[in-house]
């Protein structure tokens, strides 16, 4: 026996299991430093995604109610109220956070901050998450389908509840239904909304339906109503007190409701609770639900859920670099596979844009267009590594347009949040056709387009349009804040349109939306080299301090940010802009102030693109490479902070995944790529056929140290650029260093 354990032992090191790319996934990247991901339990572009909530009560290092708090999880609290079963994943206004479910043993109690509990043995991975419940040794398990939230709760044996909590959520919108269909069934609505405390008159309902695999031995509905003062609180013995409704089977409404299921176990005993969502009807949820769980067990639905992850993860693989350089890179790519996420229901059904009527979709609807973050990096990854994906999204987008007039700003569930500056959807939209995506109707993306570029009156996407027009530019008067860095977003998204135009002949469009999109050279002040607001009259703004705007601080002048982290924001025109600066040794000279200033923010969009600027001055490319290498190692890590700060619905991320591969869409709306040194040594794309004739890209780098010389198929390239279609339609792209 022995000899046979030893034989056994030194076998060991020869028998190797390699690691699936979803292996290496940490959901809780990103759950600290206000990155705003969560480790909840999510299938790809999920509808629902279970999340342990525990942003509740003053125990908490960071509570929802006393700080602008976008997330339903924070690592570093530790008091937990509930699982909510929609959320959102690194966006920086509180929204959804609702549907909670809780299980509980002893005495029934309905006050979250009494019955919620710390917790421990947190398990993350794709699909799943698991958690010990301290105060009432239960272990809570939580997996998801893209419609349906599924949890699986071990009871010890005694009286035990389940809570369904429908009066907390992130959302400041108030307003619940609740039913007891049956002892194993409740169905129900919670209205939500007033993303960033804003636009109220557009809160909408989401509707669920849960299913128990255990009939409950009793149940009914609670209520918490307000406080009377006077003669009339002296009429109400339930004057504000918490009401319950034991064994009630008609509906409750009201804003502080919720049900509870109890049971009396013999032993310990494992109950299944399956949730379907639906933003159409309480009907469709429950279709959701059927047909997506059907009669499945928890573990065959988690086993299908993972199995969907690893293989859109797998869609890259790479080889060499660490194990922890694997982690931050799969956990990115999982995150920007996270929004947009789904918005219809199984048999296609949506609420429209605007008025929520009732349509159906052939293609996925996808919502939760973010797209002053993700115009810049995000879709650019969607269309060369999961190019169905990023045309469904277009589709959505000119849903959108045909249900309001109007392409998406910043689109949440059907409604239109307005949040954030300029025009970025058109970017998107052109971007996507020059990258190859054509299967879509283009004509009536370009009439989108030049609509939001032309319409002067009751423009949503661009105000101030008259003045941009007529001046070329936005003025101090034009809009109390960021009239500089909105008229770069205008000439970025012109930049879009006069691309699209040219390729499809539209001649005098090229010419006009071409001159309409460097106006911001107007705005350039050679005093301080760099971009300075300008007044109605147009003098220029005074007193000026290009370092006001930092931290989110406000001025006139730009939209989170200031002049240094606006300035480079124009890579669409980068010559031009270097010659303004004197050239091109002025330029580096002032791209190094940025960072040696420390006025760079990794965790902001506007200078996301500065590290990668030293490409276009000719022997200062190396200076890119150390940029890059230095800001991963800094703001990258396998921690919970381990992003910069805020994940704004993947594209830090995706900023992370390109910097890692060692290519970069530097201008949107435009098809190249720049170049910066690879963290591994070998990473290979497999292609869609649909879109690319190549079945697989590989990027390989060869050596240390600078880059030497850059190689397609073997063919040296000249400088640290190289076009989409060349790329796509070549097999290696070699990287080899000194």
């Not at 919620?116 to 301290?134: D, H, M, R």
Request: aromatic content about 12%.
């Amino acid at each position: 026996m022995r000899l046979v354990i030893l034989f056994a032992m030194c076998c060991i090191p020869f028998i190797s299991v390699a690691q699936a790319p979803a292996d290496y996934v940490n959901p809780f990247i990103g759950t600290s430093n206000y990155g705003a991901t969560n480790p909840g339990a999510i299938a790809p572009r999920g509808m629902v995604s279970v999340s342990p909530f525990n942003v509740s009560g003053s125990q908490n290092t960071l509570e929802k109610d006393s700080q602008w708090l976008s997330n339903p999880y924070v690592h570093e609290n530790t008091f937990l109220t509930g699982f909510s079963h929609v959320n959102l994943s690194g966006v920086g206004c509180p929204d959804l956070g609702v549907i909670l479910m809780m299980p509980t043993t002893g005495e029934l109690e309905t006050d979250h901050l009494k019955y919620g509990t710390t917790y421990t043995n947190e398990i993350a991975k794709p699909g799943y998450y698991s958690t010990q419940l301290s105060k009432y040794n239960i272990k809570a398990e939580m997996t998801a389908t893209t419609r349906t939230g599924v949890s699986k709760y071990l009871f010890p044996a005694g009286k035990s509840n389940i809570l369904i909590n429908l009066g907390v959520g992130l959302t400041n919108e108030e307003g619940a239904t609740i039913k007891i269909v049956s002892p194993t069934e409740i169905e129900g609505m919670r209205n939500v909304g007033s993303f960033c405390y804003y636009k109220p008159e557009e809160s909408y309902p989401v509707y669920f339906v849960a299913k128990f695999s255990q009939p409950a031995d009793d149940y009914g509905v609670w209520k918490k109503t307000r406080s009377y003062d006077g003669l009339e609180s002296q009429w109400m013995p339930y004057n504000g007190k918490t009401r319950l409704y034991k064994g009630y089977r008609k509906e409750v409404i009201g804003d502080s409701i919720g049900s509870y299921f109890t049971y009396n176990f013999d032993k310990p005993t494992q109950v299944e609770v399956k949730i379907g969502v639906s933003y159409v009807s309480i009907e469709n949820a429950r279709e959701n639900l059927e047909k997506e769980t059907q009669s499945l067990t928890f573990d065959d639905l988690y086993k299908n859920t993972a199995s969907q992850w690893n293989d859109l993860l797998s869609k890259i693989e790479v080889e060499g670099g660490t194990k922890d350089d694997k982690t931050i890179f799969y956990t990115a790519l999982y995150h920007t596979l996270i929004h947009p996420n789904t918005l219809n229901d199984v048999n296609g059904e949506y609420p429209t844009m605007g008025k929520r009527e009732t349509v159906k979709t052939e293609d996925t609807r996808f919502t939760v267009f973010s797209l002053w973050d993700t115009y810049r990096n995000l879709h650019q990854l969607m269309s060369l590594v999961y190019p169905k994906q990023q045309s469904d999204m277009v589709k959505s987008m000119l849903n959108i347009y045909d249900e309001s007039g109007w392409l998406p700003k910043w689109e949440l569930n059907a409604t239109e949040t307005t949040t954030m500056v300029g025009d970025p959807a058109g970017i998107v939209l052109a971007d996507t056709y020059l990258r190859g995506i054509q299967d879509f109707d283009i004509e009536k993306a370009y009439e989108a387009m030049r609509k939001s570029a032309m319409q002067l009156e009751s423009n949503p996407l661009r105000p101030g349009l008259k003045d941009y027009i007529n001046k070329g530019y936005l003025t101090t008067k034009t809009i109390q804040s960021g009239s500089v860095s909105t008229t770069q977003e205008y000439n970025i998204s012109d930049f879009a349109i006069a691309q699209l135009a040219k390729i499809l002949g539209k001649k005098e469009d090229y010419n006009l939306f071409s001159e309409r999109s460097i106006t911001y050279r107007k705005l350039f002040d050679n005093q301080f080299n760099l971009l300075r607001p300008k007044n109605d009259d147009g003098s220029w703004y005074s007193p000026f301090n290009p370092n006001t705007g930092a931290n989110f601080e406000t001025n006139l002048g730009f939209i989170e940010g200031n002049s240094w982290q606006y300035t480079f924001m124009v890579t669409h025109d980068t010559k031009a802009l270097m010659k303004l600066m004197g050239g091109k040794k002025n330029y580096v000279a002032k791209l190094d102030e940025v960072f040696d200033n420390k006025q760079f923010d990794m965790a902001n969009e506007p200078d996301i693109a500065y590290p990668y600027l030293y490409n276009y001055a000719s022997g200062y490319e190396w200076k890119t490479q150390e940029r890059v290498t230095n800001l991963i190692n800094e703001y990258f890590t396998n921690k919970p902070a381990g992003l910069p700060g805020n994940d704004d619905t993947g594209t830090m991320s995706a900023w992370l995944i390109y910097s890692m591969m060692g290519i970069y869409p530097v201008s949107p709306a435009d098809p190249f790529y720049t170049i910066t040194t690879p963290r591994f040594d070998k990473i290979t794309i497999h292609l869609d056929p649909r879109y690319y004739k190549n079945e697989t890209l590989v990027i390989e780098k060869v050596g240390n140290g600078k880059i030497n010389h850059i190689l397609l198929d073997g063919k040296k390239q000249k400088g640290y650029f190289i076009d989409h279609n060349d790329l796509v339609n070549g097999k290696t792209l070699k990287i080899v260093l000194d």
